[in-house]
C-alpha cells in the first residue's frame, strides 16, 4: 500500500501529547477497515483546535454558529481511489472533553471513534440517511472492535 501521510496539526493548547499517535491509529484503523482503493501516495490532516475555532469554521462552512466535535473537508470524491490530499478533519478539544465525561466515556476513546468518523467522511461515508447512517455506524463500530473500542452506539439501540 502506498504510504498515507498523517498530519497532526496543533493550534489550541491543552491536548494530551499522546493524541498524535491516537489520531494516527485511528486514521489507519479507518483506513484498513474502509478498504477503500489506495492508487498512490496520500495524505490528510488532523486540526487539534478549540471550540472557539472549531465555532469559526462550522459557521464559515456549514453556516451553524456553534462548536461541534468533528469536521471533515473532503478533498477528493466520495469512493474514488485515494491518492493525493484527502482533506482534513478538525476536533474540538472542549466539547469532546464535555461530551466524554457526558457519555462516560474516556476521552481517548471518544477522540479515536471521532476521527474514525472524520476519517469515514473524508473517503465518502455519511448519515445524512437512515440506512446510510447504519452503514457507517456498522462500520465504525467494527473498527473501533479492532482498536479495543466499545462500541460507541451500543447505548443508543438500548
Same mark, same amino acid.
Given at each position: 500500500?502506498?504510504?498515507?501521510?498523517?498530519?497532526?496539526?496543533?493550534?489550541?493548547?491543552?491536548?494530551?501529547?499522546?493524541?498524535?499517535?491516537?489520531?494516527?491509529?485511528?486514521?489507519?484503523?479507518?483506513?484498513?477497515?474502509?478498504? $477503500?482503493?489506495?492508487?498512490?501516495?496520500?495524505? !490528510?490532516?488532523? %486540526? *487539534?483546535? #478549540?471550540?472557539?475555532?472549531? =465555532? &469559526?469554521?462550522?459557521?464559515?462552512?456549514?453556516?451553524?454558529?456553534?462548536?461541534?466535535?468533528?469536521?471533515?473537508? $473532503?478533498?477528493?470524491?466520495?469512493?474514488?481511489? !485515494?491518492?493525493? %490530499? *484527502?482533506? #482534513?478533519?478538525?476536533?474540538? =478539544? &472542549?466539547?469532546?472533553?464535555?461530551?466524554?465525561?457526558?457519555?462516560?466515556?474516556?476521552?481517548?476513546?471518544?477522540?479515536?471513534?471521532?476521527?474514525?468518523?472524520?476519517?469515514?467522511?473524508? %473517503?465518502?461515508? #455519511?448519515?445524512?440517511?437512515?440506512? &446510510?447512517?447504519?452503514?457507517?455506524?456498522?462500520?465504525?463500530?467494527?473498527?473501533?472492535?479492532?482498536?479495543?473500542?466499545?462500541?460507541?452506539?451500543?447505548?443508543?439501540?438500548?
Amino acid at each position: 500500500m502506498p504510504p498515507l501521510e498523517i498530519a497532526v496539526i496543533r493550534n489550541a493548547d491543552g491536548w494530551p501529547d499522546d493524541f498524535d499517535a491516537l489520531a494516527e491509529r485511528a486514521v489507519l484503523a479507518a483506513l484498513a477497515g474502509a478498504k $477503500p482503493k489506495v492508487t498512490g501516495a496520500a495524505e !490528510v490532516s488532523i %486540526l *487539534l483546535t #478549540d471550540d472557539a475555532e472549531q =465555532r &469559526e469554521l462550522n459557521s464559515q462552512w456549514r453556516g451553524k454558529d456553534s462548536s461541534t466535535n468533528v469536521l471533515s473537508f $473532503p478533498q477528493i470524491e466520495p469512493f474514488e481511489p !485515494v491518492i493525493g %490530499l *484527502l482533506g #482534513d478533519i478538525t476536533l474540538a =478539544r &472542549e466539547t469532546l472533553e464535555r461530551e466524554a465525561a457526558e457519555l462516560d466515556k474516556s476521552l481517548q476513546d471518544h477522540f479515536t471513534h471521532l476521527v474514525v468518523h472524520g476519517f469515514l467522511h473524508i %473517503l465518502g461515508y #455519511d448519515h445524512l440517511d437512515e440506512d &446510510e447512517a447504519l452503514e457507517m455506524e456498522r462500520l465504525e463500530t467494527h473498527i473501533l472492535a479492532g482498536l479495543g473500542i466499545a462500541d460507541p452506539y451500543a447505548d443508543e439501540a438500548s
